[in-house]
């Protein structure tokens, strides 16, 4: 039994039922200060029904509260706090730990069913930038932490291979394209095309016109204009292969938005039947009126398709072939309209399963406070921004300790670890400035920190020549310690709250102050001295460093053994 329903159980029994025991695990609150207790439950709620004041029921409740298996309980103002038996609880958390190892936290909430990531989808023939990082590790992530619950996560590449800006991209190397210079550097041809024909399509309105023949060819078949397609795809998922290796990052899907296009008939087939389309300015839409949503677009006035048509395939798609209990979609906030229309248009399709689509949204990266857009040119490279990453992690390694062995490979785990938690850490609807020198600190707040902080436990480790053993008698009498235990037992919990709130920065907060606590209790206390706590202290340091490991590796991020 966890902490929380024992004490939840004991003021259950002491109130004789006034209350349920739900309701009172809803109303137990963590005290701002340790001070406090471990505990507290407010007597607020009981006031309005006893017609009491709080300080008085919480004095009364204190004194009937049976403290088997606790420290103690006293009431304080309003609240009634309850303090852990600080060794028992300790001991428990520290052996569960170092006996369940990297599995500690594990749980079988999903019991093996699929969910569905659509996650980094990078647009073909534009470089990857920044602005897809987002996308890309919180969606990684995210499948690591349904894994962790019992899920089976399926990791989506919806990439964008299809749409008018391939038309747009065609009409510019027609018209100013040189295939030699293409074939050497194609994606900085293609983008130097890309920003060029945007320039001239906003004071020549023909541009556009061409880009839309263009794209119908494209839809239609036309020879040349697959085979250009074709070739601007494989250039770019070459580069994209390359920078997804060197994040670590897989898939089980590269299914983009061409894939869906033999699929999409069939889909406008099933609205036809079902009676949900109509005509509007000589366009087939879906009203959602009902819905308080704009009308969803299913063809333009041409006949050609768009993305939520595309989208709609895509999600039948999904559930046909998965089956999934989850199907969560890793896109910026500004398509969250765009969500609730493919949502209501299912709803209407009469696939219930629609209410298992969740938009896990996203803020935007800036750059010095201002937007990044690919059309203008004004984007940060990924690949040359983890290069810089991985060379100024080498330079801090050389100044601090030029003796470590593979200080190469450690060097590219801090600089890509680096760059994935400084994005992980800010909850995911709001946006940051991409700072490099902040993320690589070795202090505060970062990736490198809390790696530091792992590399620190694993040399103490060594030092002492430990070796893990279960069933090791805690008898602590430091504050220190207890914040690091009452941390270690949370993790579980802290898992289940970032995968119910589809929130990787849950996780990385948790493990940040994880490392604060480490370091804390560090520098006041010798742990390597030799007296009868030295094994109990290593198997706290033991527990830490899996659990510092094991929410980085959650994170997508690596835990170098030295630094």
């Known amino acids: 039994m966890n902490d929380k329903k024992l004490i939840a159980e004991k003021i259950y029994t002491a109130l004789d039922g006034e209350l349920s025991l739900d309701d009172i695990l809803n109303l137990l609150e963590k005290p701002k200060n340790s001070d406090m207790g471990d505990i507290a439950f407010p007597a607020f709620t009981l006031a309005k029904t006893r017609h009491m004041a709080p300080q008085a029921i919480a004095s009364d409740l204190a004194e009937k509260i049976n403290t088997d298996g606790l420290e103690k309980v006293v009431a304080t103002g309003p609240y009634v706090n309850f303090f852990l038996d600080k060794n028992s609880v300790s001991t428990k958390v520290v052996d569960q730990v170092v006996v369940e190892k990297e599995h500690y936290g594990d749980q079988n909430i999903g019991h093996g069913a699929k969910v569905t990531i659509d996650m980094s989808s990078p647009n073909i023939a534009k470089p990857f930038s920044i602005g897809h990082l987002r996308s890309t590790v919180i969606g990684d992530a995210l499948a690591n932490i349904y894994q962790k619950i019992g899920y089976t996560p399926v990791r989506i590449n919806h990439l964008g291979d299809w749409g008018k800006q391939f038309g747009m991209l065609i009409v510019a190397y027609k018209k100013y394209g040189n295939e030699e210079a293409v074939r050497e550097n194609p994606i900085d041809e293609l983008l130097k095309l890309y920003v060029r024909i945007n320039e001239e399509a906003e004071t020549n309105p023909e541009i556009d016109e061409e880009a839309r023949?263009?794209?119908?060819?494209?839809?239609?078949?036309?020879?040349?204009?697959?085979?250009?397609?074709?070739?601007?795809?494989?250039?770019?998922?070459?580069?994209?292969?390359?920078?997804?290796?060197?994040?670590?990052?897989?898939?089980?899907?590269?299914?983009?938005?061409?894939?869906?296009?033999?699929?999409?008939?069939?889909?406008?087939q099933i609205l036809e039947d079902k009676g949900l389309l109509e005509e509007s300015q000589g366009a087939t839409i879906v009203?959602?009126?009902?819905?308080?949503?704009?009308?969803?677009?299913?063809?333009?006035?041409?006949?050609?398709?768009?993305y939520i048509t595309r989208d709609i395939a895509a999600a039948k798609y999904r559930k046909d072939n998965y089956d999934f209990a989850k199907s969560l979609y890793v896109v910026g906030g500004e398509q969250s309209g765009h969500f609730k229309q493919l949502k209501a248009v299912l709803k209407k399709m009469g696939y219930d399963w629609a209410d298992d689509i969740e938009h896990v949204s996203f803020g935007l990266v800036t750059r010095d406070g201002k937007k990044l857009s690919t059309r203008k040119g004004n984007i940060i490279r990924l690949e040359p921004?983890?290069?810089?990453?991985?060379?100024?992690?080498?330079?801090?390694?050389?100044?601090?300790?030029?003796?470590l062995p593979n200080k190469e490979h450690v060097a590219h785990q801090v600089g890509v670890g680096a760059i994935k938690f400084y994005?992980?850490?800010?909850?995911?609807?709001?946006?940051?400035?991409?700072?490099?020198?902040?993320?690589?600190?070795?202090?505060?707040?970062?990736?490198?920190?809390?790696?530091?902080?792992?590399?620190?436990?694993?040399?103490?480790?060594?030092?002492?020549?430990?070796?893990?053993?279960?069933?090791?008698e805690i008898d602590f009498n430091d504050s220190d310690s207890w914040e690091i235990v009452k941390l270690l037992q949370d993790f579980p919990n802290v898992i289940k709250r970032a995968a119910d709130k589809y929130e990787p920065s849950v996780i990385s907060k948790y493990v940040i102050n994880l490392a604060q606590a480490f370091n804390k209790y560090y520098a006041h206390v010798r742990i390597l001295e030799e007296n009868e706590g030295l094994q109990a202290r290593l198997a706290l340091a033991d527990s830490t460093a899996t659990v510092i490991k094991e929410s980085l590796r959650l994170l997508g991020v690596e835990a170098p053994e030295e630094m």
């Open 213 to 268: 023949a263009w794209f119908r060819k494209l839809e239609d078949g036309d020879e040349e204009a697959l085979s250009l397609w074709k070739w601007f795809r494989d250039e770019s998922l070459e580069e994209f292969n390359r920078l997804y290796n060197k994040m670590d990052v897989d898939f089980d899907s590269y299914n983009g938005e061409a894939f869906y296009n033999d699929k999409m008939d069939a889909v406008v």
């Open 287 to 306: 009203d959602l009126d009902d819905e308080g949503l704009n009308p969803a677009l299913i063809k333009k006035s041409d006949g050609a398709t768009l």
């Open 385 to 403: 921004t983890m290069d810089e990453a991985i060379e100024r992690a080498l330079a801090q390694i050389n100044a601090k300790n030029p003796d």
């Open 423 to 472: 994005d992980l850490k800010n909850e995911r609807t709001n946006g940051y400035d991409f700072n490099l020198e902040e993320m690589l600190s070795f202090e505060g707040e970062t990736g490198p920190y809390v790696q530091y902080t792992y590399a620190r436990i694993q040399s103490i480790l060594r030092k002492a020549d430990y070796k893990a053993q279960s069933d090791v």
